[in-house]
C-alpha cells in the first residue's frame, strides 16, 4: 500500500513541475510580447516625428524651416502615440 502512495506522490510532483515549467513559459513569452510591444510604439513615436518634422519642412517653406520642423515633430510625435 506504502508503494502506491509513494508513487502518487512523485506522479503529483512531477505533474507539479510541469505545470510549474509551462507557467514560467507563458510567463517568458508575455514578458517578450510586453517588450516588442514597447518597442514598436517607441519607433511609431519616432517614425512619426520624423515625418511631421519634414512635413513642417515642406509646408513652412526654407525661411522658417526650423521651426516649421519643430512645430511638424511635435505634431508627429503626439500622432505616432495614438
Request: aromatic share 0%.
Given at each position: 500500500m506504502s508503494y502506491s502512495i509513494m508513487q502518487m506522490g512523485n506522479s503529483t510532483k512531477a505533474q507539479s513541475k510541469q505545470a510549474l515549467n509551462t507557467l514560467a513559459s507563458m510567463e517568458n513569452n508575455r514578458e517578450m510580447v510586453n517588450d516588442q510591444n514597447k518597442q514598436q510604439k517607441k519607433s511609431n513615436q519616432m517614425s512619426g516625428a520624423a515625418s511631421g518634422a519634414m512635413m513642417g519642412y515642406m509646408m513652412a517653406?526654407?525661411?522658417?524651416?526650423?521651426m516649421g520642423m519643430a512645430v511638424g515633430a511635435a505634431v508627429g510625435l503626439l500622432a505616432g502615440s495614438l
Open positions: 517653406g526654407s525661411a522658417a524651416g526650423p
